[in-house]
């Protein structure tokens, strides 16, 4: 069975400074009518920073809709005219104070597809040297070296929730793994 709805009609309901809020009227497979409410926003990128000594490279910072401290890789929202990999590389020294060298990109991945049309870079890199942050205005974080192992046991706990991180870190793991 073919699922594709056809979209009827766009309606901007709200644009703000990062998203915009549509109500589409759609066709469903059955050629009844129904409506799609979802959140258009640019994409973002992110990166998965790890030392020789199998530290990784993650931030904490207050995630208001969750109302609590979140830890995740740096990440940060696409600037118009900025590739994927220039917006990791710019987040990590922003946030973390690390330049990379050198990145590698692990494509892209859904972070909420029932409700955003966001697509989110993943990228790694364990090349880089140590440079200082610079937080954007407003932005608060603290950055956290933790073993790649400690992060894996922070997933099973339920300690780390963010999917970019959860991916990125068990992504990591299992190529380490492989590698051995």
Same mark, same amino acid.
Request: glycine share 6%; hydrophobic share 30%; proline share 3%.
């Given at each position: 069975?073919?699922?594709?709805?056809?979209?009827?009609?766009?309606?901007?309901? +709200?644009? /703000?400074?990062?998203?915009?809020? @549509?109500?589409?009227?759609?066709?469903?497979?059955? /050629?009844?009518?129904?409506?799609?409410?979802?959140?258009? %926003?640019?994409?973002?990128?992110?990166?998965?920073?790890?030392?020789?000594?199998? @530290?990784? +490279?993650?931030?904490? $910072? @207050?995630? @208001?809709?969750? %109302? #609590?401290?979140?830890?995740?890789?740096?990440?940060?929202?696409?600037?118009?005219?900025? &590739?994927?990999? $220039?917006?990791?590389?710019? *987040?990590?020294?922003?946030?973390?104070?690390?330049?990379?060298? &050198?990145?590698?990109?692990? /494509?892209?991945?859904?972070?909420?597809?029932? +409700?955003?049309?966001?697509?989110? %870079?993943? =990228? =790694? #890199?364990?090349?880089?040297? $140590? &440079?200082? &942050? $610079?937080?954007?205005?407003? *932005? =608060?974080?603290?950055?956290?070296?933790?073993?790649?192992?400690?992060?894996?046991?922070?997933?099973?706990?339920?300690?780390?929730?963010?999917?970019?991180?959860?991916?990125?870190?068990?992504?990591?793991?299992?190529?380490?793994?492989?590698?051995?």
């Amino acid at each position: 069975m073919d699922c594709t709805e056809k979209t009827i009609s766009k309606n901007l309901l +709200y644009k /703000g400074r990062i998203l915009e809020l @549509y109500k589409d009227e759609i066709e469903l497979p059955d /050629g009844s009518k129904s409506n799609r409410e979802y959140v258009h %926003h640019t994409g973002g990128a992110s990166v998965l920073a790890i030392d020789r000594e199998d @530290y990784v +490279y993650l931030v904490e $910072q @207050y995630r @208001y809709p969750y %109302h #609590t401290n979140t830890l995740e890789i740096p990440a940060g929202k696409l600037n118009e005219g900025e &590739s994927a990999e $220039q917006c990791a590389v710019r *987040e990590l020294k922003e946030e973390v104070g690390l330049c990379a060298n &050198s990145i590698r990109d692990w /494509g892209w991945i859904y972070p909420t597809p029932a +409700y955003t049309d966001e697509p989110l %870079h993943i =990228f =790694f #890199t364990d090349d880089f040297t $140590q &440079s200082t &942050s $610079q937080l954007d205005e407003g *932005e =608060f974080l603290n950055v956290k070296k933790i073993k790649l192992s400690d992060c894996i046991d922070m997933i099973e706990q339920g300690t780390i929730k963010d999917a970019k991180t959860v991916v990125a870190i068990l992504r990591t793991a299992l190529l380490k793994k492989k590698n051995k």
